[in-house]
């Protein structure tokens, strides 16, 4: 279980836990859970039947990998009622899908199943089922070194020169002023949008406090300003 608050990089954490994994080499599925509903909950996840066709659901395309449940607590199907259909097969590395005409078909559970929300993960599921997922990583905001590296790292893969102290000046302005948490996503963000401003108005691909105020300004909403 992955939790933190939007923006944080559980996926992206997600992602690099799988490629460090033993299965790195084996598929890696994200299902966001907002697509989950009553009605296909067994189809996405089992998979399903079309003219005689068996279509793989999430577990069998995750077979041997990792799969990914984002946003988990964002479904309309209740969290308890997704783990508890779950209990089974993770017990016994294996599931059954019940197809319309009644055949069964064996569906192998041979993954790293990784649940990621920005929810308390106690507003999930009471105690006794939290202790049935073994291992929960909290992800917090970024300190100012880390989002420093984040940004200047990004910067440079965008082609964006960070002209003298802009980015002290964003830390102060937007963050330390307005007591707004900082999110890894920020950097990726605001620097995108700066340099499509440049690209817009074929001025030159640097971060300078002026390009900030106009991306802080439309990325936030005015939010930083309160």
């Known amino acids: 279980l992955i939790s933190g608050e939007p923006g944080t990089g559980r996926s992206a954490f997600a992602r690099y836990m799988h490629g460090l994994s033993r299965r790195g080499d084996e598929p890696l599925t994200v299902v966001t859970s907002a697509s989950i509903t009553d009605a296909n909950c067994e189809e996405q996840l089992l998979g399903s039947e079309q003219d005689d066709e068996a279509i793989a659901g999430a577990f069998e395309r995750a077979s041997g990998g990792t799969l990914v449940i984002d946003d988990f607590g964002r479904q309309r199907v209740s969290p308890t009622d997704i783990l508890n259909r779950w209990i089974v097969p993770l017990e016994r590395r294996e599931d059954f899908l019940t197809l319309p005409n009644g055949?069964?078909?064996?569906?192998?559970?041979?993954?790293?199943?990784?649940?990621?929300?920005?929810?308390?993960?106690?507003?999930?599921?009471d105690?006794?089922?939290?202790?049935?997922?073994?291992?929960?990583?909290?992800?917090?905001?970024?300190?100012?070194?880390?989002f420093h590296t984040v940004f200047m790292e990004t910067a440079e893969k965008m082609d964006l020169q960070v002209e003298g102290d802009s980015f002290e000046y964003l830390i102060e302005t937007c963050y330390k002023s307005t007591g707004m948490p900082a999110r890894y996503c920020h950097a990726r963000d605001l620097l995108f949008q700066i340099a499509n401003l440049c690209e817009l108005h074929r001025a030159p691909r640097v971060v300078t406090r002026e390009t900030l105020d106009i991306v802080i300004r439309n990325y936030f909403a005015g939010e930083s300003q309160a």
């Open 127 to 146: 105690e006794a089922f939290l202790r049935r997922i073994p291992y929960k990583i909290e992800l917090p905001d970024p300190t100012d070194q880390a």
């Open 103 to 125: 055949r069964q078909i064996k569906v192998p559970f041979q993954q790293t199943l990784v649940l990621a929300t920005n929810l308390e993960p106690t507003s999930l599921v």
